[in-house]
């Protein structure tokens, strides 16, 4: 896969002025560093084998599991004129198998094979600067990717049958990325900002390179870049560190160094110069981008950088969303952000503007607050708060191995230091603020400013891009067609000599239970891995509780409740909460917290006031309801996000999971602050509400201080929904228009709930149709990717969204137009066929990925919390997880097919299709989506 940019607008924030506010503002405890005080209590270990393999090692041991990434110091900005999109096109092609004297001569389904017989996951990554490949086992079944990460390194086959069908893959891939209009108005500024710099060409490439894109080609490109002194690999897990060490260099040691290999460098140009770039597309939401060229993360700016984005425009504390979004109103989202590239960085505000006239306004506001920064610095409350958010993030990171190996890695190759990503967290505060008021001074001025814009597209302009596109589709059909595959999809061979061991027991988690004195459940445990706490209050009333013609207030009334209580304004609150590095989310049903372990008591002050004192000021009525607005807007212009509603409203039709929990725009336009304080204070109710908390509370007396607050509240009773029967549904197409380069295919029906006694008969054929828990790419699903190149990726499960009521069974990808037919059909096939050949081994498989993947719940504060929360949602005894390997062990392949085979039968499933199409005749199902889009 490439490597995402981070753009995620359309967020409801809230943001503080930048001046120093009334609330909580003790300059006194101003923190030294950002850092966290056990950041460094278990270092990354580093070796270099003689061969100039680096491999870093950093023991964790929190769950039995380990994340293996091995990093090539190669990527996009090292392809020549006509390689470009060579290092993604190798990235996929690495896993299609490796031949030679000494190699493991992998098949193309050896690596997908052992992955799943070793319940982990393997993907890959490619950017700019680097490819990663990655890992994720069970502790006991690690060492299994040694040998292959070393085989191909050096041995693999390229294989031009491989490559025809993968090829089709990648250009889908391109495709969807191209109905990602942000992401590509962002690598159009930057195809502008870098004329002269490999960063100017998009990691994905140019479809006539790929077109004319060969084996020769890739093995060129493959044994210049893949080599052990380019390379670095990266493990975090429970493993012992010299064990670790000793047995890389059994597998790589042999692996000969390439002594003539040297990395290129290039220049960064720079000038006074500012760049912009517009695009249009069939959207009703506008964006836009503003970006700053900043040192690249070679550098060691990242810190620095991540504080003037925590400041700016970050969280409900900074100084642009207060500004642009709260005072002045003119725009319902913001957000900073920092690309790290190596060579180059860029800074970014991102914004979605209510008006369009007002872009140049907003603009200035940005220019004028980075240059007040510059000029006097930030505030000692911002920094606090800056310093607090750091390292609760740091936290939040020392919880997760694969993000801690990928971090590590990414820093390491851009710094050379191992340590960097906790080192860096201690460098003195005082001196970041130096730096990034440098940064800024230098590099943020209003004449070095480059804009990116998404804008709607004219209608006049809209039979033009249809043309276009259909252009594109007869293009790639006419180029792609002659790539054919003749050969069946390689069956593995290697990976029949794997034998995966038995995991050792691990002691699951289990919740001290006990009850508030409004009867509050309370699941508590104490963890004190980092000194942090999360909790979940999980509320009776959920989103469906909404009346049928109120679709949406749920939603508005969990937004504004972070806008104001009887003691804080919104900016006061988030003040309050963002001083301290806190977090707190609200969403229908739910609210979650997260804090330092020392903050516990003033976090719970805070929620008291949001579940019993919110004041629904009409002016936060107002603004709320524009973003929501917009947001509902940005729902319909996505068809991966719409085709989920779609889908519901048609197999649910008159049941509460059909409403649209998001909201109904002329519901929303419509909502009165009566009718909004009147759902708040019937359904956000401590009736038949559960708590979870998790983290390091050893040191409170919970139970007192959780009495004095969360329970003394007090609220109405909140009755129990008497849902209808889930019908059956008749067998229907679906068809939503939209101008798109792909288009949403779905195929559903309804399913079972979580308690029927074949949903775990369900779960096992679901990993062999479509990879279940661990998404494993040994599938059918997949399979079928793999040999014919129809789509990018594919998921498929037969219980969706199962819960108290029926899930669905539900297969969704995405593809282009001129292979729908051909995709519709052979999908249908697959599901239908699906069952009939279940084999011993991939029964087995099923149930070790199943039992194996449990440890994964266990891995977070928040993951223990939600996964405690689970077991008592059902009834499940607390022994469940322990118990759950089990109760899998008797079912057999008869059991799952006699389970399934009544949901395969391909008459009975309803097609969706959101994109580029127009409704067939007759078998037109007449859905109303009118009410949702306007």
Known sequence: MQKNLKISLGLTLCFLASHPCQGACDTKELPSTIGSESAMQSPVHKKILSNGLTVLVRPVSTVPKVSLQLWYDVGAKDEKTGEKGLAHLIEHMIFKGTEGEGSLNLSESDINTVTHKLSGSCNAFTWYDYTGYLFNLPVHTWQEALPIMADCMINCSFKEEHLSSEMKAVIQELKMRNDKYSLCAAEALMTSIYADHPYHYPVIGYKQDLWNAHADMLRDFYRKHYCPNNATLVIVGDVDVNQAFKVVEEYF???????????????????????????????????????????????????????????????????????????????????????????????????????????????????????????????????????????????????????????????????????????????????????????????????????????????????????LQKESDAQDNRILSARIRTEPVEPPVYANSIKPGKPGVFDYPKPTVSQLNNGIKLLSYNNPATAKIDLTLELKAKSFYEPEDQQGIYNFVASLLTEGTEKHTAAQLAQELESRGMSLHVSPGSISMSMLSDDLPKGLELLMEVLTKATFVPSEIEKVRQQILTEIKNFWDSPSSCSGQIIRQSIYKDHPYSKNGIGVAEVVASLTREQLMDFYKNYISPDGAKLAIVGDIAHHNLGNLLNKTIGAWKGPKVETIKFPAVKECATAEVVHPMERDQVVLCFARPSIDRKHPDFDKLSIFDQILGGGVLNSMSSRLFELREQSGLFYSINGTTVANANEQPGMLLVKTLVSLDRLAEAEKRIKETVRTAADTITPDEL?????????????????????????????????????????????????????????????????LMVFKIGRVQPCEPAQDNIDLKQDIN
């Open 253 to 467: 040691g042999s692996i000969p160094a390439n002594p003539d290999y040297a990395p290129e460098t290039f220049n960064v140009s720079h000038d006074i110069v500012s760049k912009s770039v517009t695009l249009y597309r069939d959207v009703q939401q506008p964006t836009v981008m503003l970006a700053f060229v900043v040192p690249g993360a070679t550098q060691k700016l990242s810190n620095a950088l991540e504080v003037a984005a925590l400041a700016l425009g970050s969280g409900k504390g900074s100084r642009l969303y207060k500004k642009i979004v709260d005072d002045l109103q003119l725009a319902t989202s913001l957000e900073v952000s920092t690309w790290d590239l190596f060579d180059s960085g860029l800074f970014m505000v991102a914004f979605e503007p209510k008006r369009l006239e007002d872009v140049d306004t907003i603009a200035q506001y940005v220019t004028a607050e980075i240059t007040a920064i510059a000029k006097n610095g930030l505030t000692p409350l911002e920094l606090t708060r800056a310093a607090k958010k750091v390292r609760m993030n740091h936290y939040s990171l020392l919880e997760s191995t694969e993000s801690q190996a990928y971090e590590i890695g990414k820093a390491f190759l851009a710094t050379g230091d191992e340590n960097y990503v906790f080192t860096s967290v201690e460098e003195p505060l005082d001196e970041l603020h130096t730096k990034l008021r440098e940064v800024f001074k230098k590099y943020c001025r209003p004449s070095v400013m480059h804009r990116a814009m998404v804008l709607p597209l004219d209608s006049k302009d809209k039979p033009y891009w249809s043309e």
């Open 844 to 908: 087995a498989e099923a149930k070790n990925a199943i039992t194996n993947s449990l440890v994964l719940n266990f891995e977070s504060n928040e993951g223990i919390a939600n996964a405690f929360l689970f077991v008592d949602r059902y009834g499940f005894p607390l022994d469940y997880f322990d118990t759950r390997a089990k109760r899998l062990e008797g079912i057999t392949i008869a059991d799952v097919q006699a389970a399934v085979q009544p949901l395969l039968r391909a008459k009975d």
